[in-house]
Each structure stands twice: as C-alpha cells, then as structure tokens.
C-alpha cells in the first residue's frame, strides 16, 4: 500500500497538489454562498491560496521566473515600463536597502533550488578535484569582502556592487532549472521571441518615427548583440526546423539591421569579433569553407547597409574611433583608466581593492565650463577597471577566473556534441565572450550583472545537459 501511495505521490504529485488547491477553494467558495463566512473573509482566504498557488508554480515551473526575468532585460525598459519599474523598486525597498526586481527572482530562484534538494556544489557543475568549488567563495567571501573594505572607509552605497557576486547565483541556478535540450530550446525560442518584439518596437520607434535618424536605438542593445551571434552560430546547422529558419532568415535580418543602425562602436567590435569566430572555429573542425552561411549572412549586411544607407554613417562613426584628440568619448575612457591605476598605486587598494562604493574624481574632456573640462565625480564607463578598482586583484582574479571556467565548459561542450545542442553551445559560448570583452567599455550597473550571468548559466546549462547525456550513455 505504502510504496503505491509512494509511486502516485511521485508521478502525480503536480496533479495532487492541483486538485487539492481547486477543492479547497471550491469548499472555502461554498461556505460564502451558504453564508458561513464574509465577504471580506472570503476575499482574503481567496488572496491568500491565490498567492500559495502561485508560490507552488512557480516552484514546480521555476522557468516562469526565467521567463519574467527574459522580459525585463530583453525590453530593456521602455518608458512606460520604466514608471511601473521605479514603482515596484520603491515600493519594495526596505529603508536604504534598495529591492530590485532582479534580486527577487534571483533569490527565488536560488531558494528554489535549494528546496529541490539540488545543491550545486555536490553535482559535476562544481566538483572539489578541479578546484571549481572556490567559485562559490566569490558569493560568500570576496562580496563581503569589498563591502567591509568599503565600510572602513566610509564609502556609501555598499551593497549595489555586491548584485555582481550575488548574481553569481544565477549562472549555477540556471543549469539545474533548465536541465534538458527540450527545456534549453524552449528557452531559447521565448528568449529569440520577445527579443523579436522589443527590436520591431525600436526599429519602428527609434528610427521610422524619428525620421530615419542614424543614432542610438538604446533598447536591449547587449540582448541584441548576444542573439544575433546565437543566430549566425545557427547559420551553420545543416537542418533546422521551421522555428530556426524563421529565426535565421526572417529576424536576423531586422537585428543586424538594428545593431547597424545603432551609435554604438561597442557593438560593432562584438559583431565582428563573434563572427570571425565562429567561422573560424566551424572551418577548423569541419575542414570546409562554409561559403553557404556567409553568403546569406553577407547578403543580410549589404542589404541592411545599402538599403537604408547607413554605410556612411558606420564609416563615420568607426573612423572617429582613430583620431583619439577629436573623440570625447575615447579622450575620457582614457582619463578615467589613467585615474584608476594612479588611485590603485596603494599596494594594499592594489591588492584588496577600494572596497564597495568607492569613487573617483577626474576631468571630462566632454564636460566642457569656461573653456576648461569639468571636475567631478564621474562613472568610469569601464566594467573591468571599475571591479579592479573595488575589489583589486584577489577580486578580479576570482572573477576572470569564473569567466574562464563558464567559457572552458561551453568550448567542452561545442567539441563533444552534435547537433541542435553543438550550435546552441557554440551560439551562446562566443556571445558570452563578446560580452565579456565588450563591458570593458560599458557601465557597471545591475542590469550588466544580470546580462552577464545569464548568458554565462546558458553556457553552463549545456554543459550540464551534455553531462546527463553522458551518464545516460554509460548507464546503457
């Protein structure tokens, strides 16, 4: 009798907790319409297992937090989101302690995790004989770390930089959630998705309503890079389905129309250096020049410089990047770099860093008064330099080190298999590597977090995946 209850609570327990939910609500309904109960009881009893029902989805689909977190990034908050975004931040914040939805969903999603008795650190993601067990030490030692060096020296906002390793947490929850091929390219398509209709909205927005002007289209530009190269990496898959092509030969053209159209050099450098890529790493193991894929990913880049002639514009705004006197933008990366370093010439700040909150003061060459740059306290446009500066070099070693351990384990991957899951890999592992190399020329800021470890969990999700793969083989 025991072991039936034990086979129906395993294989139906989703069912179970259904039927139970709907029963209850459907006797605690009854007794308000015999009169057992008041209006106002009933109301709260409804909010109350309205709000279980959605804990017990969610944790039985945590992948709606995925998604939601999806749809934040990926519309990068437009401005009417944005009220409703400033909305939930101060309603949600605690006294000086800043909630941003993403810390919610994070900590969801880890807490989740952890009641699914799925600890990262016994699977094969993290395993003590490769030393990956000192990544979680990133989360609980060198965060608070950077925030009592911070404290001591009476720094303010102490807790914004430690979303970078708190977030860390998304990058190990992410293969355990997304846990299978199925799951993956699900994912994948509500990712491609929505990022389909966040671009038609800039495109339309940014660019047709604003006169066909060449300029910043500002929305989920990082996203858009990230799934142009996930894109193009399935270019080289010989058969796809209906999705891909669609994905491939449909949107992709409205992407890199996009990214082209957009101000940004950043980007540029990211397109090129993900494609030159994944080209290469296809022509080195297949021995063969893909000439197909580059054909029609060459037609979509002529059509989109041509046909809305943008090629000027692009001329213009790459060969500013080689006149350094002329371009602002570059004359204060510089400033802020040479600042940093000389702030960093105290072998303990060099070493441990200036703690959290810490800030430096220099001129911007684009901040002109009185014919003189202007003086100040400004962000150093500068992901690396910034972590360098907060955490020194125990921090950012720790860091470089994750990014090197998430980008190994895509490359095992892209190696090791076929098909769907070898493009994906490969997709994902040379847009997390733009990434990581274009931020060196960006803010630090939480959504940058966000981006950066949950491109790097996508990458770990396919090795994860190819693991169980592994097993199942050998237990054949």
Known sequence: MS???NYLIENYKEQIWGYAFVGFLSIITLFFILGYISFFLFLKVLFLFLLIGAACIVYLYPQI??????ITESADLPGWMTIYYDQFVAHS???PFIVY?????????????ILKRVIPLKQEIIRKRNLEHLALLYVLLVGPLAIIIGALRGNHNLFYAYR????????VTIPVIIDSTVKLYRIVKFFIVVHGIAMSYAFI?????ANFKFGYIIYARFINLFVVLILFALIFKKRKDWFQKFAVYGMLPLFILVLLIDHGRTYYLGLIIGTVLITLVNFKLKRKFPILPLLIFGVLILIAITGFNIS????ERASTAFNIESDVSILYRLTAMETTLKAMKNPISAILGSGNGTWLNFYRPDKISRGRPTFGTWTLHNFHLKLLLISGLVGYLFFIYLLFTLSRKGWLTYKKEEGLLKHLSLGFLVGFISYIIIIYFTVFNVPQFVKLWFFGGLVLATYNIHLRRVRQSRSL
Do not use: C, H, M, W
């Open 101 to 113: 939805p993403e810390d919610l969903i994070i900590s969801f999603l880890t807490i989740i995790v």
């Open 3 to 5: 072991r039936k209850i």
């Open 312 to 315: 000027s514009n692009i001329q």
């Open 164 to 171: 970078l390793q708190f977030y860390f947490l998304l990058a």
């Open 65 to 70: 937090l995925l998604y939601i977190l999806i």
């Open 205 to 209: 927005n940014n660019y047709i309503l």
């Open 93 to 95: 914040s605690i006294g």
